[in-house]
């Protein structure tokens, strides 16, 4: 009995050094590994090819990211159905055409071009028909008069202190909302876009595609004839013709 109990007792302290043995590879290999991995990325860091594809993966972490952050804050945007009178505008007129409002950042820098773009609009007969043009600008109301003096057809509303732009949600400017009978209707849901690119969804949400289509055609026709004049404009007409 002595005997069969010895045996066991040395087939246990076996079996646990081969454990101690396994985990102890298991330790060495993942420290080998460890110490490879950072090897490669030191000769990775040291190598123009290692650098560029450093950065293309670190670029490609932070597009995703970014990507992530932006779907992330939509869900924060006011429901469809959420009325005008909620923005906080004050003594805005009602009107029977649907209401393309954009939020727009301060007037300095890169985005002064976009304000005076957009402050520009009313001015073309084809988009006063069919579209009211509403401009939140966050600046004070002395700044947003003076470039309201030059704008004709849009109405601008001084958001100096960003309350309107946090009702609306607009994390990024500048950002459009479109409004039909006093409800939102659309929410632009893409950065970076144009002017164009803008009235071209805004007018597919409440007028339909094809609509869209002939009166961006239509707005595109009337730059033309004040750039060229309507002779030239009625000979390209012609040319397309034959």
């Known amino acids: 009995m002595e005997a069969k109990e010895t045996g066991k007792q040395?087939?246990?302290?076996?079996?646990?050094v081969a454990?101690?043995?396994?985990?102890?590879?298991?330790?060495?290999?993942?420290?080998?590994?460890?110490?490879?991995?950072?090897?490669?990325?030191?000769?990775?860091?040291?190598?123009?090819?290692?650098?560029?594809?450093l950065a293309s993966w670190q670029a490609r972490?932070?597009?995703?990211?970014?990507q992530q952050r932006f779907q992330e804050a939509l869900k924060n945007d006011p429901p469809l159905g959420f009325p005008l009178e909620k923005v906080g505008i004050e003594n805005l007129a009602e009107s029977e055409l649907p209401i393309l409002l954009?939020?727009?950042?301060?007037?300095?820098?890169?985005?002064?071009?976009?304000?005076?773009?957009?402050?520009?609009?009313g001015?073309?007969?084809?988009?006063?028909?069919a579209v009211r043009f509403v401009l939140v600008l966050q600046e004070g109301v002395k700044k947003v008069d003076e470039i309201g003096r030059d704008a004709k057809g849009v109405s601008l509303v001084a958001d100096e202190g960003g309350e309107i732009a946090r009702?609306?949600?607009?994390?990024f400017v500048p950002r459009a909302y479109g409004f039909e009978g006093?409800?939102?209707?659309?929410?632009?849901?893409?950065?970076?876009?144009?002017?164009?690119?803008?009235?071209?969804?805004?007018?597919?949400?409440?007028?339909?595609?094809?609509k869209?289509?002939?009166?961006?055609?239509?707005?595109?026709?009337?730059?033309?004839?004040?750039?060229?004049?309507?002779?030239?404009?009625?000979?390209?007409?012609?040319?397309?013709?034959?």
């Open 61 to 66: 972490r932070n597009a995703a990211l970014n």
């Open 10 to 16: 040395q087939v246990i302290k076996k079996g646990e």
């Open 167 to 171: 009702r609306l949600n607009a994390f």
């Open 102 to 121: 954009v939020v727009l950042g301060r007037c300095e820098g890169c985005n002064e071009k976009v304000v005076y773009e957009w402050a520009e609009m």
């Open 19 to 53: 454990e101690v043995l396994s985990k102890q590879r298991l330790n060495l290999l993942i420290t080998l590994f460890l110490a490879l991995c950072a090897l490669f990325l030191w000769l990775l860091r040291t190598t123009p090819e290692g650098q560029r594809w």
């Open 182 to 210: 006093g409800k939102l209707v659309w929410v632009q849901r893409e950065g970076n876009l144009g002017e164009v690119e803008i009235l071209e969804r805004f007018f597919e949400a409440v007028k339909g595609r094809e």
């Open 212 to 242: 869209a289509w002939l009166l961006i055609d239509a707005w595109s026709r009337e730059m033309r004839e004040k750039a060229w004049g309507k002779s030239l404009v009625s000979l390209e007409k012609g040319g397309d013709k034959r």
């Open 123 to 129: 001015k073309w007969e084809t988009l006063s028909k």
